[in-house]
Nanobody
Framework: QVQLVESGGGLVQAGGSLTLSCAAS????????MGWFRQAPGKEREFVAA????????YYVDSVKGRFTISRDNAKNTVYLQMSSLKPEDTAVYYC?????????????????WGQGTQVTVSS
């Protein structure tokens, strides 16, 4: 069982930056591909970014490429999502996720574990 706890959400103006963190309880954290998803009001949850266990591979949805960066610190059992040049359309609840196997699988199949989510609101 893996528990994921997100933090770092909040209210930011358009063009601003925010960094989300996700602390994991997994003993073998480095074995899990980690990812971030988001869900805006009235919309389906969507994939945002993923990172492999040793940070060798990262993946992003097209809408955040060049603005968001996913990273992880296996010594701290933590994954991060650095968000810059934020837009009002980035407003959503952001969820951390963990999955065994390749990070690319997070783009197309459900993760095994979810965090509780953290709200990000970007004002125009």
């Amino acid at each position: 069982q893996v528990q994921l706890v997100e933090s770092g959400g909040g209210l930011v103006q358009a063009g601003g930056s925010l960094t989300l963190s996700c602390a994991a309880s997994a003993r073998t954290f480095s074995r899990y591909a980690m990812g971030w998803f988001r869900q805006a009001p009235g919309k389906e949850r969507e994939f945002v970014a993923a990172i492999s266990g040793q940070s060798s591979f990262t993946y992003y949805v097209d809408s955040v490429k060049g603005r968001f960066t996913i990273s992880r610190d296996n010594a701290k059992n933590t994954v991060y999502l650095q968000m810059s040049s934020l837009k009002p359309e980035d407003t959503a609840v952001y969820y951390c996720a963990a999955k065994t196997g390749l990070a690319t699988y997070l783009r197309s199949s459900p993760p095994e574990y979810w965090g509780q989510g953290t709200q990000v609101t970007v004002s125009s």
